[in-house]
């Protein structure tokens, strides 16, 4: 009987050790390892691993990443990215379950958290629209907009027919910065002024504006901007 490949006794090994010490004691290339052992169990999937992280800058940034930006690296095939991205989108739905349906001024760490899981390492600019009732429960996070690295579109009366269609009392803006820096653009701050002035004869207040970065987090209103 022909021996093993040796990739295979590393592969338990680390999830020996993933239960017996913790997610905490694998580096990121070896839970990347573990993820993608998933879609390729004849793979030594170690280099493509190491490869991926090294591609995007780390592991949250290559998670985040397109399924045909994931499909360029080499040994990486559509079942594989697909997998990434169910990780991905577990992660993202792990912690929104910490805001739905919570009054946002007693979950805000949690909530900065989501937005953060959700649109820090996005390539591409997007912009939500955080929908609360009139307990400051969040009802819904929808995505109006969606565009280049740095311009994603939004319609204040767009926002507004929403807000009223759901039943929506206020809202929290929230979008992402993909060069890294949260600090609001005067684009940003005229666009956030627009759909406040839209809400307010409609009765929506606009709470906040989170601009969410891979350095950090920017909010208009501690910032006087709102």
């Known amino acids: ?11 338990q090994r680390l999830r020996e050790r993933f239960i017996e010490r913790g997610p ?3 580096a990121d290339y070896e839970l990347m390892e573990l993820l993608l052992a998933r879609a390729l169990p004849r793979r030594d999937v170690k280099p493509i691993a190491k490869s991926l992280i090294e591609t995007f800058g780390g592991f949250a940034e290559a998670l985040s990443a397109p ?3 994931l499909t360029e690296v080499k040994g990486i ?16 739905r792990f912690s929104r379950a910490g805001v739905m349906g919570r009054p946002v001024i007693s ?12 649109l820090a390492y996005k390539g591409k600019e997007e912009f939500h629209v955080l929908f609360l009732d009139k307990k400051n429960r969040l009802i819904a996070d929808e995505l109006q907009g969606a565009g280049t690295i740095d311009h994603a579109p ?5 926002v507004m027919s929403r807000a009223l269609a759901i039943g929506a009392t206020s809202i929290i803006l929230v979008h992402n910065h993909p060069s890294g820096d949260a600090t609001p653009s005067m684009a940003d701050i005229e666009m956030t002024r ?6 307010k004869p409609l009765g929506v207040v606009v709470h906040d504006h989170l601009v969410i970065g891979r350095e950090g987090t920017a909010s208009f209103k501690a910032l006087g901007l709102l």
């Open 107 to 118: 979950s805000w760490t949690a909530l900065l958290d989501y937005c953060r899981t959700r």
């Open 154 to 158: 939004v319609y204040p009366r767009e």
């Open 194 to 199: 627009k759909v406040a002035d839209a809400g």
């Open 24 to 26: 905490e004691s694998l």
């Open 1 to 11: 009987m022909a021996d093993e490949p040796h990739y295979l006794g590393h592969r």
């Open 67 to 69: 399924v045909e930006r």
């Open 77 to 92: 095939g559509t079942q594989a990215a697909i997998e990434l991205k169910v990780a991905a989108e577990a992660a993202v």
